[in-house]
């Protein structure tokens, strides 16, 4: 049996990372149906109910359950209304190491909430699971995603040539393909700042 997370839900300042649940389909699709998620990640486009349910009922759990890495829907506490996802993959349970993918709503861009998630996904991993690295990957191009890994703390430890693909033309269709090189950034437990006692209360863990 492989090590795994455990199905859990982490709790912010303003958000609440929990596992996903079907009711997040509609938002899901209208999230990924976004010029932004088109041009930098690999969804498929045009981007389904049936692809969303399918990653709610059948990848997110085999994800856990394989000991592969976590999914996180991110909600806001006063509206409970989705605003982005979190992702852990390519978990190496040895090295205590994974890897972080977020996409944010369109609807909930330049409220920080990428930082604020990524950060308690980070706390969460090094103090509660005891994790020693965690890593994120950004195009070349994606200076927004590069300025949310500096935020968190992470470090660039240098440049994969060629190694991602990013997609240009309308939201829907393939979309024309070109190579990128990606940005390494790591983040260890000693590279986040100290959380003062009276903010701890953002990073309290519902297990």
């Known amino acids: 049996?492989?090590?795994?997370?455990?199905?859990?839900a982490i709790s912010t300042e303003r958000l609440l990372l929990r596992p996903l649940a079907e009711g997040d389909a509609p938002e899901?699709?209208?999230?990924?149906?976004?010029?932004?998620?088109?041009?930098?990640?690999?969804?498929?486009?045009?981007?389904?109910?049936?692809?969303?349910?399918?990653?709610i009922r059948r990848q997110a759990p085999a994800l856990r359950a394989e000991?592969?890495?976590i999914a996180f829907a991110v909600t806001d506490h006063l509206t409970r209304r989705l605003v982005g996802v979190v992702e852990l993959r390519h978990t190496d349970w040895r090295l205590l190491?994974?890897?972080?993918?977020?996409?944010?709503?369109?609807?909930?861009?330049?409220?920080?909430?990428?930082?604020?998630?990524?950060?308690?996904?980070a706390q969460w991993l090094f103090e509660d699971r005891g994790f020693l690295r965690l890593e994120l990957r950004t195009a070349a191009g994606?200076?927004?995603a590069q300025q949310v890994a500096q935020k968190i703390g992470c470090i660039s430890e240098g440049v994969l040539r060629s190694a991602w693909i990013v997609?240009?033309?309308e939201v829907g269709s393939p979309g024309e393909e070109s190579r990128s090189d990606l940005i390494l950034w790591s983040l260890l437990p000693?590279?986040?700042?100290?959380?003062d006692d009276h903010l701890q209360d953002r990073y309290a863990l519902q297990d």
Do not use: I, K
């Not at 899901?28 to 088109?38: K, P």
């Not at 994974?98 to 996904?121: D, F, I, K, N």
């Not at 000693?190 to 959380?195: A, F, Y």
């Open 1 to 8: 049996m492989p090590a795994s997370f455990p199905e859990t």
């Open 28 to 55: 899901l699709v209208a999230m990924m149906a976004d010029d932004l998620v088109l041009s930098w990640t690999d969804v498929p486009q045009p981007y389904t109910r049936q692809h969303a349910l399918d990653w």
């Open 67 to 69: 000991g592969r890495g």
């Open 97 to 121: 190491s994974t890897e972080a993918v977020y996409v944010t709503a369109p609807w909930a861009r330049g409220e920080g909430y990428a930082v604020e998630s990524l950060l308690g996904v």
């Open 142 to 144: 994606n200076t927004a």
């Open 167 to 169: 997609r240009t033309g």
């Open 190 to 195: 000693e590279d986040l700042e100290p959380v």
